[in-house]
């Protein structure tokens, strides 16, 4: 049996082609599903000044200094913040920054990424 597109059912013929066979009509549906995005997040310890997780927020997340303050507090009184959502490979790249800036200061903070 041959397959048409139904670009090609939609003619107005019976169906059949030059060797008498029955088409099948396949539907196909438009592809245009949007890229999965991905929550970063801060989680609370009990060794990070404050101001050092302010000043990645400010840095990494261009979070202004009082929204900064904010969700800084959020994590410390919560245990995590989502600080923000975005392709995977930009959260990644977020995640590694603020790990490696937080492990050359020698400081727990920990950052992490999940699927929105
Ligand atoms: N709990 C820390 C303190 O009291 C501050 C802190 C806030 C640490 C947010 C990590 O993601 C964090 N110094």
Redesign the pocket.
Known sequence: MTQFDLTMANDNDDDRNADDEIAVVTKTKPKTKRPPMYKVM?????Y???EF?VLVLERFFQINHAQSVEI?LT??KKGLAVVGVFAFEIAETKVAQVMDFARRNQHP?QCTMEKE
Do not use: A, F, Q
Not at 42 to 46: F, G, K, S, T, W
């Open positions: 801060l989680l609370n310890d009990d990070t000044p404050m997780v800084m994590v410390h903070l």
